[in-house]
């Protein structure tokens, strides 16, 4: 189920999507595909892609998918297994999505899924969000704990952002950093976006 800052988080990256002119989008994590049965929703978006490692999210996105109406079957692809593997077949979608995923991956692989998709998929908009560390308090979450047991790490806002200006530097993309999802003065939102653009992508 859903929650408010939940829906948030996924009309933040659905804003983007939109000023980008994306018109087809590769979900890395996916999960039961909150963001991809969103993006079918939108006749915008011709081609959808997910990726996910759970057989058990992907079997529920694929119920999900065969409860709709239309053409949602032959607009979407569903690929099982690891967000950190190269994807030759996703090469050219126009936006690669990671919604609440980097942080279930150890530190020292973010290097592999950054190869993954700046070097193979090479899509024009790049979305990322992630935990904000500094908001757990007010979710009631201790200081001594991680916002979720699968969480690998949840980084505050001034070392997300660190990263960002790295992956981007790295990439010859241009970037942005914001906060999004229930956002309080002082401490950002429950969660924060990092958008990587094509240096020719102006939104």
């Known amino acids: 189920m859903s929650t408010v800052l939940h829906e948030e988080r996924l009309q933040a990256v659905l804003d983007v999507l939109h000023l980008a002119g994306a018109r087809s989008v590769a979900d890395l994590g996916c999960g039961d595909g909150a963001l991809i049965l969103r993006l079918l929703d939108d006749p915008g978006f011709v081609r959808v892609a997910g990726v996910e490692q759970s057989v058990t999210a992907l079997a529920a996105l694929r119920a999900a998918l065969a409860r709709r109406d239309g053409d949602a079957g032959s607009r979407v692809t569903l690929i099982e297994g690891s967000m950190l593997d190269p994807r030759p077949e996703l090469a050219g979608y126009d936006a690669v999505t990671m919604v609440e995923t980097i942080e ?75 906060d999004i999802a229930g956002v309080r003065e002082g401490v950002g939102g429950a969660s924060q976006m990092a958008v990587f653009l094509d240096p020719d992508l102006v939104i």
Request: zero cysteines.
């Open 104 to 178: 279930h991956l150890p530190p020292d692989q973010l290097s592999r899924l950054e190869r993954a998709v700046f070097d193979v998929i090479a899509p024009k908009v790049t979305i990322i969000t992630t935990p904000n560390a500094q908001y757990n308090a007010l979710l009631g979450v201790p200081a001594h704990r991680l916002r979720h047991p699968e969480h690998m790490f949840e980084w505050g806002r001034d070392r997300f952002r660190q990263w960002a200006e790295g992956v981007a530097a790295r990439n010859r993309r241009r970037w942005l950093v914001r």
